[in-house]
């Protein structure tokens, strides 16, 4: 009896070390295929590696499917996740609470179809039609044939097995916009070596969107010397569009942006590079807008006969002409309000100053050739004493001045 209880004894101690030495592989091997097996069916996984010690989580080759339809097969593609988590009840096989999160090698396909759909738009759909069943499963059974997944019979929300971070810090990120319904051509614009911190808060069964906001910076087409910024906020569950918009631009190649400025703009740009602030708030699909833009560079002509000065209120030619003042380099400052349906653009008050001012220098230059008219045919001796006093008419255009500059 001694000798079979010592021999079982060493068998357990055997065991245990064995279990002990490699406790990380079991863990590893039940947590990950717990994981896979409640992943939703549009996410996939290559790989996930934990650490106990540090309580961390990596997670390799993240894939997010499209909704169908588009041409891409994957929403978004992500090489390298990184998760800060705490488990449930001290047992990460209970659930996890990832309390940091972060990621890298990131590429966003947002895609628009010729018949105007939108894969974003389309997203909160797709991931109702494909959440998660309510079941889940908590624990790994072992046999000769291998390891299997067993479900449990107790059945409970997903919330209750995983908790998210609503922020999410992305680096070196691409966003590639492939748009069919701008022009009979497909046009494709990216944002590349994105740094942004996203917040994104789902309602409690991971099925909608409940708030989106974005803080960050990139380049346009892959060129370090144009630089995008921003900070916008968007409410998906508010049915007319609710969205706020702060993007600044440096040294960004407005002809890029032609096919979406082209309808409401009446002159063509040529060429040119922007810099400056644009700011487009939408509240329940009215918007308000105001931009102040710096452009270099640029080459612009007017359009003939074209639909775009309808949306303007103020005479093109007088906007034109302002352009034209300074070829070089130019403030254009501009609003819009409307809908977006029906928007309006209204001069800013940098050009609108400017245009006055042209306007009164030229009717002061009428009233001066009038006046060098008036005196040579009065003569030389009436013609010294009427210049040496303006007349009523220039002091107020004088007086407009001055008020104009206060």
């Known amino acids: 009896m001694k000798k079979f209880l010592f021999i079982i004894l ?25 994981v896979r097996k409640n992943l939703p069916p549009y996410v996939s996984i290559d790989r996930i590696i934990f650490d106990l010690k540090h309580g961390s989580m990596k997670i390799n080759g993240l894939n997010i499917k499209n909704p169908k339809g588009f041409r891409t097969s994957n929403l978004a593609e992500i090489e390298l996740i990184n998760c800060g988590y705490k488990a449930f009840g001290g047992n990460i096989l209970n659930g996890i609470e990832v309390t940091d999160l972060s990621a890298s090698g990131v590429l966003i396909n947002i895609e628009r179809l010729k018949d105007g759909r939108l894969n974003l738009n389309e997203m909160e759909e797709f991931l109702r039609e494909n959440a998660p069943s309510s079941g889940v499963a908590t624990s790994v059974d072992t046999n000769k044939q291998g390891a299997s997944i067993v479900d449990s019979d107790k059945k409970v929300d997903v919330s209750k097995f995983l908790k998210l971070t609503e922020i999410i ?28 911190k996203f917040t994104l808060r789902l309602n409690k069964d991971y099925t909608s969107l409940v708030y989106f ?46 096919p979406y400025y082209e309808k409401f703009f009446p002159f063509y740009i040529g060429k040119g590079l922007v810099s400056g602030e644009v700011i487009c708030d939408f509240d329940r699909g009215n918007i308000g807008s105001m931009n102040t833009i710096i452009l270099k560079n640029f080459d612009i002509k007017q359009k003939d006969n074209d639909q775009s000065a309808g949306f303007w209120n103020i005479p093109v030619n007088d906007i034109t002409k302002y352009l034209a003042t300074a070829p070089g380099e130019i403030t254009f400052d501009f609003k819009v309000k409307g809908t977006i349906k029906e928007p309006r653009f ?39 004493n009427s210049t040496a006093q303006k007349s009523d008419t220039e002091k107020v255009v004088d007086l407009i001045k001055g008020l104009m500059n206060r």
């Open 10 to 34: 060493l068998i357990f101690v055997c065991l245990a070390c064995g279990v002990y030495l490699y406790r990380h592989e079991i863990f590893q091997y039940s947590a990950e295929s717990i």
């Open 169 to 196: 810090n992305l680096t070196n990120a691409k966003i590639i916009f492939t748009d069919n319904a701008i022009r009979n051509t497909v046009y494709k614009l990216t944002f590349d070596n994105i740094k942004s």
């Open 213 to 258: 906001a974005s803080v960050g910076s990139g380049n346009v087409n892959e060129d370090m010397s144009q630089i995008i910024s921003w900070d916008i906020s968007f409410e998906p569950e508010i049915k007319e569009l609710t969205m706020s918009n702060r993007l600044n631009f440096d040294n960004v190649n407005i002809v890029l942006f032609n």
């Open 346 to 384: 209204f001069i800013g008050p940098v050009v609108q100053k400017a245009i006055q001012s042209a306007a009164i220098d030229k009717l002061a230059g009428l009233f001066s050739k009038e006046n060098e008219a008036n005196n040579a045919a009065i003569g030389n001796d009436s013609a010294s």
